[in-house]
């Protein structure tokens, strides 16, 4: 009974973990599924976003949901302008000098944020009530479901968006072959523009929620969880959406149950171990295709 | 290939007067040991670019993994020279054989995969290499191993940054040189002429990881104390950024990229808030301008011939 | 033959960088007669940038006051600033800048302790003085059982905080099983763990089970689970406030009632703010000093003046550093490294922000240790432990 109670407790940490990683390599995915580009700077969008919110909190007195609107706002036109600014330049350059562009990105958010609000950790007010729900000595976090939700729901949204919209087909027509559907009459670059700004939103949702659970964001905050997401993304395939929240999910509970079962030195170690295993079964990831290079 | 030997020789020459002329500044104290220590560091970083260059400039193997086994390098050797009083040159070897091992027995079955995941997988391992070196206490742990001679001078990293430099540069203009570009340039057009791909992969995998084993040996002897914090996934970028910034596929490139990065660190020590911002500052720009880096495929002292070869060869 | 002018001139250009460098080197500019040179080398960049930055303004803060009130014997201290990314290897380079290039007198810093034993050879070996305000493992001042001649702190050390609340866990908490919940990426966590683990154990208590984490870490509820099953006493957390305040948080929200013992790393009002108060509550850690004492108002008033928040436990160490050094170049009577050395290791009965401090042989400071109760979002002191002389 004891041991049953802790791995269904375990489940739910690593779930619930989990959920966030998800939230993040969703936007992760989404902006690497288009222009083919591991953004970097992508953990740190986060971070700005979690700021925004914090300042909307604490500075402008805004609640929860205005604060979280405006976060999105912003922090997806910071993320149309990064993406107009240091990436469309290099459209047709070698794909890693972009990478190295976008690890300058990410230094300059880091930094450039670190002098603005000093390197000392924010506190955000406590937004929601601590519900914690005790169910048969399973502890569950109410925010902790609140943030699952969300990611779910914007998974379905955007799946529903990818796949339903004209804006979407734009989006896989892009993503499959840029200069051809240039032909066929989509503005690439807007589409690109368009998936930048949603992508960036996304962080910026993760950013506030998270820090709202965790209460406490600093400049750096972004680098590990980006680091994970985009470990998350590649689990479950990148560029596959459902592929991001699943690799997200499994992401999670692999490390609830290492440092549940084996031991927490280890976690990270194992995170990266798990990746691996499946790369060399499925070398594309979970829900990727394996499609054969042509020559 | 006698013009390459002679060119071999004049290249040599060069580099023992100018081995000279530093030698005599540092000897001199006409450099201050700021600058002393920085000339160290640049050499060691020069190795690790050229080393990390074999793997992803001259393969296209996209590996972000390459602090880890200076890691290894470094760890293998401090204990050897530390705990069993080797000689240096023991544990600089022993470190190079480790990490080269480590690499052959990570790439086989890691090389498989491609582009960017073969790139989250490296980097995976390079910090499982740094998570599992963390949790061995003999070697101290977190708080890093103490106590280190310091046995790293002038002499010992130039010459052995001159022997990695000539290596690679002989590696890759050897058929097995030509067989790892042919594998950059379209993996599955020189699968069909018959280059067995995995081998060639894992050789320059290999190779690239032992040399960096060696720079993880001389940097760890360069200093009192050797931390995993050194060798971070951060660190890692930082070789990535050298070898892209100064060319991929260029040795000449990947020299002139250790010695800038290298240098705009040491110059902006004092600059605490800006430092970081001005770096990526600078990095973005370069990229604008240079997308190629700064010296994209040519070498200084073969422009003319690769110039021929890659003049039809796209840019990736 | 062409390419070999072209390589020629490469070679030039890298000569004639390397010659700039030691140009640069060569006219650092030797200061004025009026000032002393300090080095401050910190953590600005990086992973444990907050920590060198707050000991840095606590520091800043400490000199300004010197040279306001006039400076020591008639020169002003300037402090010249270099940043080590939060890395060894850094701190060592930067070091290697501030003694060679810029000429300073005596280093203070940096924050954390794998960084100041690596700068420790650098220092001794040029014969400057260093100053640690916060790193506390014993092995930052000796090695192998010998005094490293020119290294100081301004904080007491591990095996003190970690005994005294293994000590207060048996006799005042009457704890007899405890678990233990260390920072792996600290060694500052991982050696209070161990002096509290083999103290606890001496006086008779039992660990039941240890666990790790990684700062910067954000969820803590895997490992807290698995501490939970072991139904200890009490839960040793040797960690920094940043994650010290998520972990009694989430520890609270999955059932632990225990009584949480902690070290200075807990003080900072973030630890409060984070957490909240009522999951506080049953919370202990010793530190330097009560913000209720009248002796440290005065430096809390003017640190909460000068940076707009209040100081926390790095500020009061690099403020405690700053003032240990001034006193130490006042009685030197000189800049002289050597002469300050010998100074600082006859500090007596100095007056610092957050007490009074004897330097003992080992050069760590003999200081006195409070344990606060965080008790409904307020800050009890239930004991005073004055060094004893061992």
């Keep these: 009974m004891e041991f049953t109670h802790q791995v269904l407790q375990q489940l739910v940490n690593g779930i619930s973990l989990g959920s966030i990683y998800a939230l993040i390599a969703l936007g992760y995915t989404m902006i690497y599924g288009i222009i083919k580009l591991i953004n970097f700077a992508h953990g740190d969008i986060y971070m700005v976003g979690a700021y925004i919110g914090f300042y909307a909190i604490t500075q402008a007195k805004l609640s929860i949901v205005p604060a979280l609107l405006l976060s999105f706002v912003v922090t997806g036109i910071l993320g149309m302008v990064v993406e107009k600014l240091a990436y469309k330049p290099l459209r047709h350059a070698p794909r890693i000098s972009v990478l190295i562009t976008a690890i300058g990105v990410s230094f300059f958010l880091e930094y450039t944020s670190m002098y603005f609000v000093s390197p000392t950790p924010r506190t955000f007010p406590a937004m929601f009530g601590d519900v914690a729900i005790n169910i048969g000595g399973i502890v569950i976090n109410g925010q902790q479901m609140l943030i699952l939700g969300i990611t779910a729901i914007l998974m379905v949204i955007l799946t529903y968006v990818v796949h339903r919209t004209k804006t979407g087909k734009a989006m896989r027509a892009a993503s499959f072959d840029t200069e051809t559907a240039q032909l066929m009459g989509i503005d690439s670059d807007r589409i690109i523009s368009i998936t930048f700004g949603i992508g960036s939103s996304l962080a910026a949702v993760a950013g506030v929620l998270v820090g709202v659970y965790y209460n406490s964001i600093d400049p750096l905050m972004g680098i590990m969880p980006g680091l994970k997401a985009f470990v998350a993304a590649v689990l479950g395939g990148i560029g596959i959406l459902p592929g991001a929240v699943v690799g997200g999910l499994i992401l999670g509970i692999v490390e609830a149950f290492v440092s549940g079962f084996v031991s927490s030195t280890f976690r990270d170690a194992a995170a990266f171990a798990i990746l691996i295993l499946v790369l060399l079964f499925k070398p594309t990831g979970i829900f990727g295709k394996n499609t054969k290079e042509k020559v | ?316 | 033959m062409n390419f070999s002018k072209k390589s020629l001139k490469l070679m030039s250009v890298l000569a004639g960088t390397m010659l700039m460098g030691s140009v640069f080197a060569g006219c650092g500019d030797e200061g004025n007669a009026d000032e002393i040179k300090i080095g401050a080398n910190f953590e600005r960049t990086g992973n444990v940038a907050n920590y060198g930055q707050a000991t840095l303004d606590g520091f800043n803060l400490a000199i300004k006051e010197i040279n306001e009130a006039g400076g020591i014997n008639g020169k002003k201290l300037k402090v010249v600033e270099a940043d080590n990314k939060s890395e060894a290897s850094e701190a060592v380079n930067a070091a290697t800048k501030l003694i060679s290039d810029d000429k300073v007198k005596v280093i203070v810093g940096p924050a954390v302790t794998a960084n100041v034993i690596a700068e420790s050879q650098v220092a001794t070996d040029n014969k400057i003085p260093v100053i640690a305000p916060d790193a506390t493992s014993p092995d930052v001042t000796v090695e192998n059982g010998k005094v490293k001649p020119f290294i100081f702190r301004s904080c007491f050390i591990d095996p003190q905080q970690g005994s005294v609340m293994a000590k207060f866990a048996v006799n005042d908490l009457k704890a007899k099983t405890a678990v233990i919940y260390v920072d792996n990426s600290s060694d500052y966590s991982k050696s209070l763990g161990k002096v509290f683990k083999e103290k606890f154990e001496a006086a008779g208590g039992k660990v039941l089970m240890e666990e790790a984490f990684l700062a910067k870490d954000q969820d803590f509820k895997a490992a807290l689970t698995k501490l939970k099953t072991a139904n200890a006493d009490v839960v040793f957390v040797p960690a920094y406030y940043e994650e010290v305040g998520k972990i009694v948080k989430q520890a609270r929200e999955l059932g632990f009632t225990q009584a949480f013992l902690g070290t200075d790393g807990w003080d900072d009002s973030k630890v409060a703010d984070i957490a909240g108060a009522d999951a506080l509550n049953k919370t202990y850690f010793s530190t330097h000093y009560s913000d209720k004492d009248t002796e440290v108002k005065g430096f809390i008033d003017a640190f909460t003046k000068e940076y707009g928040h209040a100081p926390n436990v790095f500020a009061a160490l690099g403020y405690d550093a700053g003032k240990m050094l001034a006193d130490a170049i006042k009685r030197a009577g000189s800049d002289d490294p050597e002469k300050i050395r010998e100074a600082l290791e006859q500090t007596k009965d100095l007056k610092v922000g957050t007490g009074t401090i004897t330097m003992d042989k080992n050069h760590n400071p003999i200081k006195q240790a409070v344990i606060l109760e965080n008790k409904n979002g307020d800050r009890v002191m239930v004991a005073k432990i004055m060094p004893d002389a061992e």
């Excluded at chain 2, 040795?251 to 808030?273: D, K, M, Y």
């Design chain 2, 1 to 316: 290939m006698k013009y390459l030997r002679k060119n071999d020789c004049i290249m040599l020459g060069f580099a023992i007067i100018l081995f000279a002329v530093l030698q005599g500044l540092i000897t001199g104290r006409v450099l201050s040991s700021f600058w002393q220590l920085n000339l160290l560091i640049v050499g060691i970083n020069i190795i690790m670019a050229v080393s990390l260059n074999l793997i992803n400039g001259y393969t296209g193997q996209f590996s972000l993994g390459h602090a880890g086994f200076m890691a290894v390098g470094a760890y293998v050797g401090i204990v050897l020279t530390t705990n069993f009083h080797m000689p240096f040159a023991v544990a600089l070897l022993a470190g190079g054989v480790a990490a080269g091992f480590l690499g052959f027995l990570i790439g086989i079955p890691t090389l498989r995969l491609r582009g960017d995941y073969l790139a989250i997988a490296t980097l995976g391992l390079g910090e499982i290499i740094r998570v599992v070196i963390m949790n061995i206490d003999y070697v101290g742990g977190a708080a890093g191993f103490k106590g280190i001679p310091h046995h790293t001078n002038f002499a010992w990293v130039f010459f052995l940054m001159l022997f990695a430099l000539f290596f690679i540069k002989n590696f890759v203009n050897s058929n097995h040189g030509r067989a790892c570009l042919a594998i950059r340039e379209n993996e599955i057009a020189a699968e069909s002429m018959g280059v067995n791909t995995t081998k060639f992969k894992v050789m320059a995998f290999t190779i690239g990881a032992a040399f960096a084993g060696v720079a993880g040996g001389l940097f760890a002897h360069c200093f009192y104390l050797v931390s995993p914090n050194s060798f971070t996934f951060m660190q890692s970028f930082n070789y990535l950024i050298m070898v892209v910034m100064g060319g991929l596929g260029s040795i000449t490139g990947s020299i002139a990229g250790a010695f800038v990065v290298t240098f705009i660190s040491a110059a902006l020590a004092s600059w605490p808030e800006f430092r970081m911002i001005i770096y990526a500052l600078a990095l973005i720009l370069l990229m604008f301008y240079r997308p190629q880096g700064l010296f994209g495929y040519m070498e200084v002292t073969n422009m003319g011939i690769l110039r021929k070869i890659f003049r039809k060869g796209g840019r990736n």
